[in-house]
């Protein structure tokens, strides 16, 4: 059964282990797609945290959209997958760092991831998408 936008939206502001997609620019390879950290409030744009230049700036910024999937198994298979434009891609800040960290790690691990990613990461960008298409279903209503 679909998702109703509320559903869909509040689902997708858990804190899910995204899978982004998007378009590899060649045609001997398969779109690349990979596990990420994202931040989303219902009605609002997503954002993404990436290394500036990684493989995935390059191709989003190529390709000017994406999609992320999120799931769960229980206590019912769910999911939500959207996609839509980039509208926006700017240097990270700590603050967004703390942000996204604070949204997947426990309270006292997240000093030290930041520490962490500050001095191995490099420079990161964020990178927002308005969320465009929707596709969504729960199958625990059997």
């Known amino acids: 059964m679909a998702l109703n936008t509320e559903e869909r939206e509040q689902f997708l502001a858990e804190p899910h282990i995204a899978a982004l997609a998007v378009d590899s ?4 390879r398969a779109p690349l797609a990979v596990p990420i950290w994202y931040q989303y409030a219902p009605g609002g744009d997503i954002w ?15 390709a000017g959209r994406f999609s992320l999937l999120v799931e769960r198994v229980t206590p019912t298979v ?3 997958s959207v996609e839509g434009p980039v509208t926006e891609r700017i240097p990270a800040t700590r603050d967004q760092l703390v942000e996204l960290a604070s949204r997947y790690l426990p309270a006292d691990k997240v000093d030290g991831y930041v520490t ?3 001095g191995d990461h490099g420079e990161q960008v964020v990178i927002r998408m308005r969320p465009q298409r929707w596709v969504s279903s729960d199958l625990g209503g059997f």
């Open 78 to 80: 769910r999911y939500v």
């Open 48 to 62: 993404i945290m990436t290394g500036a230049d990684s493989r995935k700036d390059k191709l989003i910024t190529s």
């Open 25 to 28: 620019g060649a045609e001997d």
């Open 116 to 118: 962490m990613a500050t």
